[in-house]
C-alpha cells in the first residue's frame, strides 16, 4: 500500500493554515483593489469540508479571486485570480496554481515545463500500424493476459462504465463509438466539469484513444478486441493542448467519477507541473492534499482507481530530488495519484515478460501488465515490442509506456466489476491482485526486492483477465 497512509496530512495542512482555513466570516471590508491587467491563473483552494459556498465566495472576492468550482464534500474549491500575490493572499499551504508554475517557474528549470506526456515521449510515441484485414495477430499483449480467452466467456457488463481520465477519446473510432458515452463524459480542464463534446473529446493527443481501445475496443471487421469490449467508456479530459495534467483538472476528473460513480477509472499520468508533490512545501502542500481529498472521496463512493507507476526507470521512494523542479523529495512526497492509498500502482512489462526497462518501480507497485519494451520484441507478424491500440482517424498503432501497462489493468478491473456487481473497490482491488500470476524476481534481484507473490518489479504478478470471469 503506498507510503501516504503514514502521513497525517490533513493534520499537517490544517496546522499549517491555522486559523486562516475556514473561510472569513462575511464582515464589512472594504473593496480590494485588484489586478485587471495580468493574465488569470486557476488555482486549487483550501477549506474545511462543507464549508458553506456563499463564504468560499466572500473570501474568494475580498482577495481578488474568483470561484470557478467548488466541491463542497472534500472542501476543494478553484478559483481563478488575476493577481500575483493571490497564494500569498489565500496561504501558501492552502493555495496552489500549476498553471503558475509552468508559466512562472520558481527557479529556471529546462524542464519544469514540460508535461507527463511529454517528458516520456521517448516511450509513448505513435508509431501507425498498416491496415490490414485481421490484427489480431498482432494483439500479443493481449494474449500475455488471456484477455481472449476471458472474451470467450464474458466481455463485461454495459452496466460498468470506466472513466478514462485522460486527454480525450476519438468518438468517430469504429473501435470505441459502442463502447463511448457521451452522456458521462465530461472537460475538466478548468477544474469544473464540461459536458459539452468539443469539451471532453481529443484534440492534440491521441494518447486517451490509445488507452481506451486497450480497455473496451472492438472492431470485429479489422480483428482488434480490447479487454472488456462489452462496458462502458466515459471520456472525462483532464489533459490541456498542452499536455499538461493540472491539479485542477485531475480533482475535477476524481470528482465526476465519484458523481457517476464508475466502478473503475484509469489515470495514465503524472499531476504537471512538478513529478513529485510534497506535503510539508508550501504550494506542494495544497495541491497534495486537494488530490488526496478527491481520490479519497471518489473511492469512498465506489470507484477503483488504476494507475500508472511511471516512465522515469527508478523507485520513487529512494529519490531525493524531483526532476522536473528544483525541490528536495523526502517521504512526505509522492508522484500524484498513484501515491494515494487506494489507488491500483501498475508498472510495466516487455514481451518476454520482464520488467520493461523504462518502468518505474517500488514497494507501492500493486500489479504489472503489458506496456511494452523495444528491446523485447515478437516474433516476426506477432507485432511490435509495443502494444498496439486505437489512435486518431480510425487508425490503430503502438505505444510504449506504463500509460499502456495501466489500461491492461483497468480493463480487467472491469471484467471484475462486471462479475460481482457492486463489490467495493478494496475487494475489486484484493481480487486484481489475488488473481494476478506471480512473477519471481530472478536475475533482476537485489534490485528487485521481494519474493514471488509481492515485489518490488512486479507487484503482486502480471493481472490474469480469465481468472476475472471465470
Given at each position: 500500500m ?8 490533513p493534520?499537517l495542512?490544517a496546522?499549517?493554515a491555522?486559523?486562516v482555513f475556514?473561510?472569513p ?9 485588484c489586478d485587471t ?22 473570501e474568494?472576492r ?6 470557478v468550482?467548488?466541491?463542497p464534500?472534500?472542501?476543494v474549491a478553484?478559483?481563478t485570480s ?6 500569498a ?7 496552489y ?14 524542464r ?20 490490414e ?33 485522460d ?5 468517430t ?8 458515452d457521451p ?11 464540461d ?14 484513444t490509445?488507452?481506451?481501445?486497450t ?18 467508456l ?6 490541456n493542448?498542452d499536455?499538461?495534467i ?9 470528482m465526476?467519477?465519484?458523481k ?30 486537494a ?6 472521496y471518489?473511492?469512498?463512493?465506489g ?13 520513487p521512494?529512494?529519490?531525493t530530488v ?10 512526505s ?11 491500483v500502482?501498475v508498472?510495466?512489462i ?17 500489479v ?6 523495444r ?13 498496439l ?6 487508425a ?6 506504463t ?16 462479475r460481482?456487481?457492486?463489490a ?6 484484493w481480487?486484481?491482485?489475488?488473481q ?5 524476481c ?7 526486492e521481494?519474493p514471488?507473490k509481492?515485489?518490488?518489479?512486479y ?7 480469465l481468472d476475472?470471469?471465470?
Open positions: 503506498s507510503r501516504i497512509r503514514r502521513l497525517l496530512v493534520a495542512v496546522a499549517a491555522g486559523s475556514a473561510a466570516s462575511a464582515s464589512a471590508a472594504p473593496a480590494p483593489q491587467a495580468s493574465a488569470p491563473f486557476n488555482y486549487v483552494v483550501l477549506y474545511n469540508p462543507r464549508t458553506p459556498e456563499r463564504k468560499v465566495d466572500t474568494l475580498a482577495k481578488c479571486g474568483e470561484k468550482a467548488y466541491y464534500e472534500i472542501g478553484v478559483a488575476r493577481n500575483a500575490d493571490f497564494q493572499k489565500i496561504g501558501v499551504f492552502r493555495a496554481s500549476g498553471g503558475r508554475d509552468v508559466a512562472f517557474p520558481p527557479a529556471a528549470s529546462a519544469s515545463t514540460r508535461s507527463a506526456v511529454v517528458d516520456t515521449k521517448e516511450n509513448e510515441e505513435t508509431t501507425s500500424v498498416a491496415a484485414e485481421d490484427l489480431s495477430a498482432q494483439q500479443w499483449d493481449m494474449r500475455a493476459i488471456q484477455a481472449p480467452e476471458a472474451n470467450k466467456v464474458s466481455g463485461g457488463s454495459r452496466s460498468v462504465t470506466v472513466g478514462v481520465l486527454s480525450g477519446i476519438e468518438p473510432h469504429p473501435a470505441l463509438k459502442a463502447a463511448l452522456k458521462t463524459s465530461a472537460g475538466c480542464n478548468t477544474g469544473a466539469p459536458t459539452t463534446p468539443a469539451a471532453w473529446a481529443p484534440t492534440t493527443s491521441d494518447h486517451g490509445h488507452v481506451a481501445g480497455i473496451a475496443g472492438k472492431d470485429t471487421a479489422r480483428g482488434f478486441t480490447g479487454i472488456a469490449p462489452g462496458v462502458k466515459a471520456s472525462v479530459k483532464v489533459v493542448d499536455g499538461l493540472l491539479p485542477e483538472a485531475a480533482v475535477c476528473g476524481f465526476w467519477a465519484a457517476h460513480r464508475f466502478p473503475v477509472t484509469n489515470n495514465s499520468y503524472y499531476i504537471d507541473p512538478g513529478m513529485f508533490y510534497c506535503s510539508k512545501e508550501p504550494g506542494d502542500a495544497a495541491a497534495f492534499e488530490v488526496r481529498r478527491a481520490v479519497t471518489s473511492t469512498g463512493r470507484v477503483l482507481n488504476v494507475a500508472a507507476a511511471g516512465n522515469s526507470g527508478f523507485d521512494d529512494k529519490q524531483d526532476p522536473n523542479r528544483p525541490h528536495p523529495v523526502d517521504k512526497c509522492g508522484i500524484l495519484p498513484k501515491a494515494i492509498d487506494g489507488v500502482n508498472s510495466a516487455g514481451y518476454a515478460g520482464s520488467k520493461s526497462s523504462y518502468s518505474n518501480y517500488g514497494n507501492d507497485v500493486s504489472t501488465a503489458p506496456g511494452g519494451d528491446a523485447q520484441l515478437p516474433p516476426t507478424g506477432q507485432g511490435a515490442g509495443c502494444p491500440s486505437t489512435i486518431f482517424n480510425g490503430y498503432g503502438t505505444k510504449c509506456g500509460s499502456m501497462a495501466s489500461p491492461h489493468a483497468a480493463g480487467v478491473a472491469a471484467l471484475l466489476a462486471s460481482y456487481r457492486h467495493p473497490p478494496v475487494a475489486l482491488r481480487l486484481l491482485e489475488h494476478a500470476d506471480t512473477i519471481a530472478g536475475t533482476a534481484a537485489p534490485v528487485c521481494g514471488a509481492d515485489n518490488s518489479y507487484g503482486h504478478g502480471r493481472v490474469n483477465a476475472a470471469v471465470k
